[in-house]
Each structure stands twice: as structure tokens, then as C-alpha cells.
């Protein structure tokens, strides 16, 4: 089998050949670029299994909208196909809450670094998952931003793996105590790429707005959040991934690439209307529009294309998995 480490699918295609696709044939270009993710994941739950030393915990690590959680479950999904049994666990139950959390030079609670999360429980929850098999996993209140005093206690059985995503999860603060990481294994997804215009001189989108466009449109549907509070936390975000995870990408054993090439046919245009609510006195039209101009360089394709079973269901919606 290939090594499949530190190598990922990359995608050639230019706005032109993009909008080509989506004229001539936009449900087979879902279909295509959705098969190549299943493929490109099937292959990693193999690779895992198949290694030299059986795996008992999996950090899966990548920064916003880079579709940890749906890729979690789809590794799920594959490691099922193969007998292997797994158990997904969320780090954002590990929060400490707006009260406890590091603030913001403007006094707001800081999400973003690493230490809004309990570190310590989170590493007594690794070493216990690599040495027993078993540990009590925190719950949080979303609602009211607050931990909840009750643990839900997850055991792996015989060969089952746990599969742990976070934007952090590959921070080594998680493992610096931990005895052994032997049957420890790291991935790191993100959007590794982004998408050139028609000369190929320039991107015409970077990857970081390929992945805010994809949380301009979640948050706006499920999240209650307008785009203008979306686009004014994005610098802030960024920082965040640049401080804290973006140093440890490359000690990650695996890394995905998880555009989906149609994407933009489908994020850029339901962004659009969400973009243009923004009025012209807020500080974040200049990009607004920015963003509103490239957007609307691409054909667009009915969202309904899209299989529910898809990582870009986790910002359009209608999938069918939890969120």
C-alpha cells in the first residue's frame, strides 16, 4: 500500500475548468470529487489498522471548518467496513467555559487558544483510553457556555479505537505526562489548498477563504451568527490557528486535504446573500465585497447534489450525521 504519510490529494483545477465542470456535468463533479474523499479516507483507515503497532487513540487536529467532525465519522464508517469498532470524542467538551477561559486583549473570552481547554483532564483521558481502554469524558453546556458536572464514561472494546478531533489535538501539552504514546496516531486535515484563476498567475480564492466561506454560511444557518460577526472574529481566528496549530501540522502521521473541489459552485454562492447584509458604514464591507466579487466567478450547482453523507453537510446542513 502507498505510505500515505504527509501526502495528500491535490487538486489542478483553475476557475475556468471548475466552471466547465459545473456547467456540463455539476452532478458527476459532486459525485467525483465525493468519491475521491471516501477513497482517499478508506485508504487512511487501512493504513491505520494495518500498521505495525495496533492503534488504540487517533488525534484528529485541523483549524476551522476543515470538517473534522464529519471526516471523524467517516473514518468511523471505514474502520466498520474493516471489524474495527470506534468511539469519537469531542475536545470542545474539555472547555472550561466563558468564565474560567483566557480573555482577549479586549476582555472578551479567548476560543481560540489552547488554554480554554482543561488540559489536564484531557491527558488523564488519553493515558487512560492508551493504557485501559476506558475514561470518563467531560460534557459541556453549549447553551450555557459552562462545563456540566456529569462524565459520560467511554470503553473501547477489544481492537476499538477512539478517534479524539479538536482544532487542538495535536498540541503535545495533551501527551507531555503520558507514559507511553505507543498506539498513539496523529492526523491533521485542513483545506491544503486553494483555487487559481484563469491564468494560474494567483489565487483566485486562498485556502483560508475557501474555509470561511464554508463558516459564513454555518454559522449564518446554525449558529444565529450574521456574516459581519462571522468576518470581523475571522482575523482573531487566524491568529489563533497561526499561534497554536499551525506549529504542530507536521507532526502529524497523516494529513488530509479536504477540499471538495465543486465546493465553491455551491459555499461562495449561498455566502453571497449572507455577505450582502453587511452595510456599507461596517468595518468588514471592504472584504464583504471582496469576497461577494469572487464568489459570484463561479457557476453555481443546486445544493441539493450534494449526498447527505457529505463533509460539506456539516456547513450546508440536511446531513446525517450529529453535529
Same mark, same amino acid.
Given at each position: ?15 475556468? /475548468? %471548475? ?6 456535468? $455539476? ?52 474502520? *466498520? ?29 479567548? =476560543? ?6 482543561? %488540559?489536564?483532564?484531557? *491527558? ?7 493504557? =485501559? ?15 456540566? /458536572? *456529569? ?22 501539552? =495533551? ?7 505507543? @498506539?498513539?496516531?496523529?492526523? +491533521? %486535515? ?6 487559481? @484563476? ?21 454559522? +449564518? ?28 501540522? &507536521? ?7 479536504? %477540499?471538495?473541489? &465543486? ?6 454562492? *449561498? ?30 450547482? $443546486? ?11 456539516? =456547513? ?8
Amino acid at each position: 500500500m502507498q505510505n500515505i504519510t504527509n501526502s495528500y490529494r491535490r487538486y489542478a483545477l483553475t476557475l475556468d /475548468q %471548475i466552471n466547465e465542470y459545473a456547467k456540463t456535468d $455539476p452532478r458527476g463533479f459532486v459525485l467525483m470529487a465525493e468519491e475521491a474523499y471516501r477513497t482517499d479516507i478508506s485508504d487512511i483507515a487501512k493504513s491505520i489498522l494495518n500498521s505495525k503497532n495496533r492503534c488504540k487513540v487517533i488525534m484528529l487536529a485541523g483549524p476551522s471548518a476543515s470538517g473534522k467532525t464529519t471526516t471523524a465519522h467517516i473514518l468511523r464508517e471505514e474502520f *466498520e467496513k474493516l471489524g474495527c469498532g470506534s468511539e469519537i470524542i469531542s475536545m470542545d467538551n474539555f472547555y472550561h467555559g466563558k468564565d474560567s477561559c483566557p480573555k482577549t486583549p479586549s476582555g472578551k473570552p479567548d =476560543f481560540e487558544t489552547v488554554h480554554a481547554l482543561n %488540559i489536564p483532564l484531557i *491527558e488523564t483521558c488519553i493515558s487512560e483510553l492508551l493504557e =485501559f481502554g476506558r475514561c470518563d469524558i467531560a460534557q459541556f453546556d453549549f447553551a450555557k457556555s459552562s462545563p456540566k /458536572q *456529569e462524565t459520560v464514561r467511554v470503553n473501547l472494546g477489544n481492537d476499538s479505537i477512539a478517534v479524539i478531533e479538536g482544532i487542538h489535538a495535536l498540541n503535545p501539552l =495533551f501527551t507531555r505526562h503520558v507514559r507511553s504514546t505507543l @498506539g498513539l496516531k496523529k492526523i +491533521y %486535515i485542513s483545506v491544503k489548498q486553494g483555487i487559481r @484563476g484563469s491564468n494560474r498567475s494567483g489565487y483566485l480564492l486562498t485556502a483560508a477563504e475557501l474555509r470561511l466561506f464554508r463558516r459564513v454560511v454555518r454559522d +449564518y444557518k446554525f449558529r444565529g451568527s450574521s456574516a459581519e460577526h462571522t468576518l470581523g472574529m475571522w482575523d482573531n481566528v487566524l491568529f489563533g490557528e497561526k499561534k497554536y496549530i499551525v506549529p504542530f501540522k &507536521y507532526s502529524g502521521d497523516i494529513t488530509i486535504n479536504s %477540499i471538495h473541489i &465543486y465546493e465553491p459552485c455551491i459555499t461562495a454562492a *449561498e455566502a453571497v446573500p449572507i455577505l450582502e447584509e453587511i452595510s456599507p458604514e461596517s468595518e468588514e464591507y471592504g472584504y464583504s465585497r471582496h469576497l461577494i466579487e469572487r464568489a459570484k466567478q463561479f457557476v453555481e450547482i $443546486p445544493e441539493s447534489y450534494v449526498p447527505e453523507d457529505s463533509l460539506m453537510r456539516e =456547513f450546508l446542513g440536511k446531513g446525517k450525521y450529529k453535529y
